[in-house]
């Protein structure tokens, strides 16, 4: 303030009191979220330093500069997302100060009152706080992961540029957003740099690819007083997974590929006796799509509504008029819903879409699905829901929600342009401060069911419990050094067909069986007679789209000679293509061949003969099982 007129050294003294009152009174009553922009220039450097165990050591370089001759700064306060924060430190000039720390559940408050007074247009403050976080990486396997959220004071910065310091072995990441402004290596670190962040949140996953090892327990009851059949659901192959199973154990009946993929396993259950499957498998999970692995394009089921997933309800139809793209709904579903960490225990239930959006505070990992799923499917795009394990180091940043065994849920949606089922997880993003689990999924979830056809079949492993055992633990997983290694190898035998005991000549059953720990995909077997007066008919090229490990798969096969000969042995040589169109020659099998008449005979045919003497088994799709689904 500048005055013209002459004042004594009384008035003088008066006025400069009043002044320094009327200072101290715009620091104190300073509003706490100060404006960029406004009253002062705050620009912020932030370092990220992982070290090898995963704790990540956070630095903010703050300049704080005034604006306005008489307005100045006395606090402070940083806000982050995260509740555990360790070894707080501020430091300004040269001082270490103890800041006020006040945590909750959503984050932890750091404020700072400075000691002195910086007064001035175009004075500056310089401060720095310190701290470690054991959230923002993840060290896993050869995997790490960095999530860092965006700070909630970011629109306030007038810059804010940022540097990640990771160890030098896990070099460039395959998939970091966004792409950083520049990166050098400096003492053994791999350095990103981002000039001006404006408030994004940096995902970064060092490693393309993780390898787990499973142990898992199936628990099959009958309860009944007849033999009856169960079905499993194995982790399957996607297109994302890879799964190698070296024990099963005992072996089931039979496994088959289901509409969604799934890999059945059926078991035949005595009566009133009680079976454990155990699993032992190693799994191989992929930032890119596994080429090898069909995708299956969704069916009209894929669209249409179900249990907890009511497509045409008003309140479905109206949401879908506003949100019409996957990334909208996912968007809405995170903003909507809040994660409930109450009790989930036993006799707690799924909601469903509907209930979900009528108690958005109440949601777990089946709702945020069932939501987005049903969203999805209202509005024509294919959604399903995949179910099975989430790892995570901090359960509360990315909850599982069943209880005994770590299960988890998330959805997916069809992508047409890129042919391929795409996974998100919504209950993360919502649970991790806003990291996006939409454009980038991670490493850390395991499929063990896809729920499309059905929105509750078939089950996952970990939910297969018989009576009095439901709080054991069925689900064992943990980290794996390799992915084991192998080359198809099918065995093929030639068995003659039989009507009430008696074969038929030149009616053979062939039988493909996988002897690996595998799936093989796309194999084409062709049978050829080494005796030129013998022709193979039926079945001659055998294109095989998917064969399981352990998975036998049969074929009627044709083998006849023309006229009235008598039948005859003859040597067959089976060929077989992989998918890597590698070809080898199985060793050569023995037939007996039959007269012409024979390559019309079909396989109905021979139903109908034997009709009258079958004895067909139910197939009880989990009513013999006593499972017990938790949310």
Known sequence: MRYNTPMSTFKKAILRAIFFCWIVSLAVTLPPKIQANENFDITLKSTYTVDAVGVTKV?????????????????????????????????????????????????????????????????????????????????????????????????NYTQHTTELYVPE???????????????????????????????????????????????????????????????????PDTSFQKISIQDIDPAPEDIKTDADGNWIATYKLGPASATNVYVNATILVTLTPNLSVPVLRPSAQSLQADTYWEVQDPLIQDLVRKYRTPKEMYDYVVKTLTYSTGDLSEGSSRQGAVEAFENPEQAVCQEFSDTFITLARAAAIPARRNTGYGYAENDDLRPSSFEGDILHAWPEYWNEEKELWIPIDPTWGDTTGGIDYFSNFDLNHIVFAINGNSSTTPYPAGSYKSTGNEAAKDVTISFAETFPAATPNLSVALIPKRVFGIPLPGLVTAIITNQTEQAWYNISLEFESRDPSVTLQK???????????????????????????????????????????????????????????????????IIIAMAGSAVVLTLIAGSVLVLRQRR
Do not use: C, M, W
């Open 59 to 155: 630095a903010h370089n703050f300049i704080v500069t005034n604006k306005q001759p008489t307005i100045f700064l006395t606090q402070y306060a940083l806000k982050t997302s995260y509740p555990d924060l360790q070894n707080v430190i501020v430091r300004y000039d040269d001082q270490v100060l103890i800041p006020n720390i006040v945590k909750d559940n959503s984050g932890t408050s750091i404020a700072i009152d400075f000691p002195d007074e910086v007064v001035g247009q175009g004075k500056a403050r310089k401060f720095i706080i310190e701290y470690s976080n054991t959230n923002l990486a993840t060290i896993g396997g050869k995997v790490l992961e960095l999530h860092i959220p965006e700070l909630p004071e970011a629109s």
């Open 169 to 235: 072995q896990y070099g460039y990441p395959p998939r970091i957003d966004p792409d950083p402004d520049k990166t050098n290596t400096k003492d053994n670190y791999f350095v990103l740099g981002y000039d001006d962040l404006k408030g994004k949140p940096i995902t970064a996953i060092f490693g393309d690819k993780q390898i787990y090892a499973a142990t898992l327990r199936y628990q099959l009851e009958n309860s009944t007083s007849g033999t009856t059949l169960a079905q499993i659901a194995l982790p």
């Open 539 to 605: 079945n001659k090229t055998i294109k095989i789209p998917s064969i399981l490990p352990y998975e036998q798969r049969k074929y009627t096969l044709t083998v006849y000679q023309d006229g009235l000969q008598l039948p005859k042995q003859v040597t067959i040589q089976p060929r077989i293509s992989t998918e890597t169109n590698e070809v080898y020659e199985h060793k050569t099998l023995e037939a007996t061949s039959g007269p012409a008449f024979i390559s019309y005979v079909t396989d109905q045919t």
